[in-house]
C-alpha cells in the first residue's frame, strides 16, 4: 500500500482490526495533518492540530467512540502549537476533561509552563486560552516512572540500531498488538515517531532540516542527525510501508529514505544556523518584504533591457535571435509569481498570515524564479550590474532563511578611487553603435559589443556628478567593495526618479571617512520603507547610511582602515 485517502476509514496494513481516518491538508503551517486510528477498543489521535473545523470533526467522532464505550487518548508526535492548539485551548477552557492527551516528556513540561518558545506560540503569534487548568499529559519515554491520571501500561527500552547509536522505544498496547514510539528529537526536543502496523507516523522530522524550519527554538542539529540516522535504520530493519508526516501527503519508504539522506549529506551546512527566534524571524520577514519590492524593479529593469536588445536584433535583421532573446525569461510567470507574493504580503499585513508564513512563502516563490532563470543565457547576453545586484539579493535571502551568514568579503579600499570609478562607469557615453555593427559575422564578438551597449545605463544620461575630496584626507576604509558598489549604484538611481540633474559626492577623511551625497532636488530621498532596505544594503557592505539635515541629502560613513591596514 502506497497510498492513503484522506477523511475515508481504511484499513492500518499490519495490524489487523485497526483501521485509520487521515485528514491530509494542503501543506501549511497553521495546522497539521490529522491521523484518527480506531480499534476494538480505543481511538487513538495523532496530532489534532490547530484548525478549529478540523478539530470539531474530530472530537465528533471521538465523542462518538466514547459513547460506544471506546477509549480515546490524543498523542501528539511533538508540542508545536500546529500540532496541538486545539487540543491544549479544550483543556485551558475547562471543557473535554475526560479526554488523555500523551507527548514526550519535555513536550510535556512545555505544554504545562505553556512555554511560548518551545511550543512557538510566540513565532506563530498565537495565545492559548488564560486560565488556571492544568494541562493534563501523560509523559511518554520519560526516563522517570510514568505519572498522571493515565497509566499507558507501556514498557519502555532502549534499542541498539547502528553505528553504536540508540534508540529510546516506549510500547503502547493496542488491541492485538502494540503502537511504538520512538524518541526522535532534533526538530524538538520532545520528536517523537509512532509506529502503527506498517505505518510510521513521523511528525515533522522530515522537513526539520528546511529553510525556515531549521533552527527553530529546541532545535538540535546533532540530536537531529542521531534521529534521521535512527529513522533510516527502521526504514532498513522493519517492515514499513508507508510515512505520514504532519504536512504534506504521505511517502512511501524509497521517497522517505531519499529524503533523510538528503539530509545526512547537509548536515554539515546546518552547522553554524543560527536560532530562528522572533528576531529573526522579524529581520528575515522584512528582507523578505524588501525582496519583493526589489524584484519588481529588478526584473522590470532586466525585461526592459531584453526588450532593447531583442529590439536591436530586429533591426539586424536577426529575427531568430530576437524571439530568443525575448524569451529569454518568461517575464510573464515572473511576473504571476510575484502578484502571488503580493498577495499573500498584504493578507499577513491584514493579520490573516503571520511572520513565517511569508517567510516560507517567499523561498518558494524566489525558488521559483531562480528555476526560471536557470538554463537561460542570459549571462552570456548581458554583463549588467542589475543581474549581478539581483542574484546577490536571492543569495543573501536564502542565507538568511536558512539561517546561514552572509557570503561579506571586507578589504580594504581606497574610498576615492572607488567612488571615482564607479562614477565615471556612470557617466561614460554609451559603446558607440558602429562597434556593433562591425562585429556582425562574429557571434562572440557581436554578443559581447551588444552586451556592453545594453549594459550602459542610459538613466544617467544628461546627468552631471561631480566628486570632491577634502584636501589630502586619507580614504582608506574597509569596506566589502562589490556590495558597497551595488549599494551605492542602487541609491543614486533614487536620485534619478526624483530627476535629480546634478549629483556631488563630497569625501571627507578622519576616523570615520565619509561620503556625502546631494543633488537639487528638494523632496525626502528616501521613504521609511526604501530608507530601511538601503541601510541595510549599506550595513553589509560595511556602511552606514545617515540622514542628514537637507532632505535631499544622505551621508554614508565607513570605518578607517589605515593605510596600512
Ligand atoms: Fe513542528
Known sequence: ??????????????????????????????????????????????????????????????????????????????????????????????????????????????????????????????????????????????????????????????????????????????????????????????????LVGRMLFTGDLLFAADPGIAGQVGWNRDDLVTSVRNVLWLLRSREIDLCCPGHGRPVDTETARAILEGMLQRAGELGSIRTNDLDRIRFTSDYALDILMEANEAFSVLAGRLYYLSYYLEELEESEEARRCRECIESDKIDELLAKFHLFVEEFLQGQRVQLQVILKAIQTIQSIERLFRGTKLEELMDASVLRRTSRLLGDFTNAVKGLEFDIEMTTAQLDVLIERTIGTLASPPPPEEEILDAVGDDQAYLAALARRIAHLPVYDGMTFSVRKEGDADLTVRIDEGRFVDALCGLLEEYVGLEAREIVLRMTGGDRPTVTISADVKEKVLDQEKERSHRRRFELAGARLKNAEDPACLILEMEASGRDG
Open 1 to 194: 500500500m502506497t497510498a492513503l485517502e484522506s477523511v475515508k476509514w481504511q484499513p492500518v496494513p499490519g495490524l489487523e482490526g485497526v483501521e485509520l481516518y487521515p485528514f491530509i491538508r494542503k501543506p501549511d503551517i497553521v495546522s497539521c495533518n490529522s491521523y484518527v486510528l480506531r480499534t476494538t477498543s480505543e481511538m487513538i489521535v495523532i496530532d489534532p492540530g490547530a484548525d478549529a473545523e478540523q478539530m470539531a470533526r474530530i472530537l465528533e467522532m471521538v465523542q462518538q467512540g466514547v459513547a460506544a464505550g471506546l477509549d480515546a487518548t490524543f498523542y501528539l508526535t511533538h508540542c508545536h502549537v500546529d500540532h496541538c492548539f486545539q487540543i491544549v485551548s479544550a483543556y485551558r477552557s475547562g471543557g473535554n476533561g475526560s479526554m488523555k492527551l500523551a507527548v514526550q516528556e519535555a513536550g510535556a513540561e512545555a505544554l504545562m509552563s505553556l512555554d511560548p518558545d518551545l511550543t512557538q506560540a510566540r513565532v506563530m503569534g498565537w495565545a492559548f486560552p488564560p486560565s488556571s487548568l492544568q494541562v493534563r499529559c501523560s509523559s511518554l519515554l520519560d526516563a522517570r516512572e510514568l505519572t498522571g491520571e493515565v497509566s499507558l501500561g507501556t514498557k519502555m527500552d532502549i534499542m541498539p540500531t547502528c553505528d553504536g547509536l540508540t534508540l529510546r522505544r516506549q510500547m503502547v498496547p493496542l488491541d492485538g498488538g502494540a503502537m511504538e514510539v520512538f524518541h526522535t528529537p532534533g526538530h524538538s526536543p520532545d520528536s517523537v515517531c509512532y
